[in-house]
Nanobody, 119 residues
Framework: QVQLVESGGGLVQAGGSLRLSCAASGGAFSMYGMGWFRQAPGKEREFVAGVTRIAPITSYADSVKGRFTISRDNAKNTVYLQMNDLKPEDTAVYYC????????????WGQGTQVTVSS
């Protein structure tokens, strides 16, 4: 069973930066496509960023392009989300997710970490 644990959330002022980490265990990290999702109060969970298991190729939601960067360190079994120029609308619980091999959908999820951006 793949286990994902997020960390690095907290309170930050608008315009500030924060880096989230997601540590994976219970499987071969290099075989996982990884992603970050977020859910704000009263809203549906939305895709934020993703990185493939090879290359790696990254993708981003339009709302975070140019501000957020996803990266992975296979030696540390960890995926990161560097968030710059944070805005109040970025406030949400951020979740790490993994998709195995060539699967399209994400199958494993962490418990989430709260990010709050104040104005």
């Amino acid at each position: 069973q793949v286990q994902l644990v997020e960390s690095g959330g907290g309170l930050v002022q608008a315009g500030g930066s924060l880096r989230l980490s997601c540590a994976a265990s219970g499987g071969a990290f290099s075989m996982y496509g990884m992603g970050w999702f977020r859910q704000a109060p009263g809203k549906e969970r939305e895709f934020v960023a993703g990185v493939t298991r090879i290359a790696p190729i990254t993708s981003y939601a339009d709302s975070v392009k140019g501000r957020f960067t996803i990266s992975r360190d296979n030696a540390k079994n960890t995926v990161y989300l560097q968030m710059n120029d944070l805005k109040p609308e970025d406030t949400a619980v951020y979740y790490c997710a993994a998709r195995i091999g060539t699967k399209i959908e994400y199958s494993y999820w962490g418990q989430g970490t709260q990010v709050t951006v104040s104005s």
